[in-house]
């Protein structure tokens, strides 16, 4: 495969935006580079690109916040969860054609914005939450490895326990993580992994850790409630310009780059 230099660069800028997300966060770096990479190029080729600097990223941040992680059973089964999940949804990304798998971007981020509108201040007690966090992990896990975007699921699911920062990153870094050791395989066996790709998913990724402390800074500098809302109007640029190239200009008879 070929990537022009337009390609590069929507890239690179994803992983920039990605990183300054991450940064602000401790999540979300693929709710930017999935779309966008999705809305210039392909879904797998973002899938693909995106194990690397998910298993690098949340390793340091795993590191980072180690003291403050939640306790072992949920934090394993949760990321167990994701892994297994993870498994099955990339060989759905080898299934299933280009269109839907990139449809599926733009409906998961629709989803996203509509739950982060809608429960804003619903809160899941930790007793209930443990009950769920295997299915909630499987079922995020499968998104991320079709899709390469489990947050509809894994991040609200989260998100809805109201965590404190310094819990919420250690957890879900283990969780990525996890999703990003049991996909590598698989993507190997399929031939997804060669050369070309290992060396633009760790360029992305050095990008990617470049930009993460803009998104630190950021998150000190405006509220979260500014920031949430700005990222969400970018994600729904995004997925409706999916939809549109999609349905309107065809561009699957061009994009597709594998077989």
Avoid: H
Avoid at 118 to 142: D, E, R
Avoid at 170 to 194: A, C, E, H, K, R
Wanted: aromatic share 12%.
């Amino acid at each position: 495969m070929n990537f022009d230099l337009i390609t590069i660069i929507a890239i690179f800028t994803a992983f920039a935006l990605g990183g300054i997300l991450k940064g602000a966060t401790g999540a979300g770096a693929p709710i930017i580079t999935i779309p966008v990479i999705a809305a210039f190029y392909d879904v797998r080729i973002a899938v693909i690109i995106m194990v690397i600097p998910n298993l690098l990223t949340n390793i340091g941040q795993l590191y980072q916040f180690r003291k403050t992680i939640l306790p072992s059973f949920f934090t394993v089964s949760f990321a167990l969860g994701g892994g297994i999940g993870a498994f099955l949804g990339t060989i759905l990304l080898v299934s299933l054609p280009i269109k839907i798998l990139t449809l599926s971007v733009a409906i998961i981020v629709i989803i996203y914005i509509l739950l982060k509108i809608a429960v804003p201040s619903w809160k899941l007690v930790y007793g209930k939450a443990k009950k769920l966090v295997f299915i909630m992990g499987a079922g995020g896990g499968i998104l991320q490895g079709s899709a390469g975007l489990s947050a509809p699921i894994s991040i609200t699911f989260l998100n809805s326990m109201k965590l404190e920062r310094n819990q919420f990153i250690p957890t879900i870094s283990v969780y990525f993580g996890v999703m990003s050791i049991f996909q590598m395989p698989t993507l190997y066996y399929y031939d997804f992994l060669n050369i070309e790709i290992i060396i633009v998913s760790v360029m992305s990724t050095i990008v990617l850790m470049c930009f993460m402390p803009l998104g630190s800074w950021i998150a000190k500098s405006i509220s979260k409630e500014t920031f949430d809302k700005v990222t969400l109007i970018l994600l729904g640029f995004i997925a409706l310009r999916i939809i549109y190239l999609n349905f309107y200009n065809d561009l699957n008879s061009d994009k597709i780059i594998f077989k």
